[in-house]
């Protein structure tokens, strides 16, 4: 559900209890993907669009949500957090009305962005290139989070832009990539 407060603006909430592990957004197959030659040589009102509603995959392509995934606010210590660069999870148990954050660094954010967001982990500025700071450490994270994902029942599985390839890694058959893997900045990535 999409929410609009004073503070916030526009932001998603839960509209039911989500346990740690639950998926709470996956790229599915109406979410466009939108080549980076193709996007920066569109015109200006088009560009904006994605500049403001679209996140970059590690190839520095967009991905422009069709759904609510397009409101969800930056915090610094999300509500969720990636198993991959198409699935994010529940990083713990969430309430019907509890905002759906996620970490803007997980998205590519080409532009540092000021935040404020209340955390005591707040690093007051956010930037793609921060997954190659913190990325060893989230992924830590998304295995354990791994871990509660398998024993949690994922009603949105069946809507997996890659149904195989997400079944897969929550089956452990294939790993889970790293953050670092998933940043356009990486070491001989589009945007190092």
Partial sequence: MVRVSAAIGRGVVATAPLPRG??????D????????DEGLGLDAAHRAVLDQWAHLDGNADWVL???GGRLVNHACDPSIRGLGPSIMVARRDLQAGD?????YAECNI????????????CRRTVHGRDMLVYGPAWDDEARALLAAAQT???????FAVDRQQ??????ER??????????????????A
């Fill in 22 to 27: 639950t998926i709470v957004w996956l790229q």
């Fill in 29 to 36: 197959r109406f979410d466009r993907v939108v080549p980076r």
């Fill in 65 to 67: 949500c069709w759904d």
């Fill in 99 to 103: 905002e759906i954050t996620c970490d």
């Fill in 110 to 121: 080409e532009h540092a962005l000021a935040c404020d967001c209340g955390s005591v982990r």
């Fill in 152 to 158: 949690t029942p994922q009603p949105l599985l069946p």
């Fill in 166 to 171: 997400a079944e897969s890694m929550l089956a």
């Fill in 174 to 191: 294939t790993p889970i990539p790293t953050f670092v893997s998933q940043s356009a900045f990486r070491p001989g990535g589009p945007l």
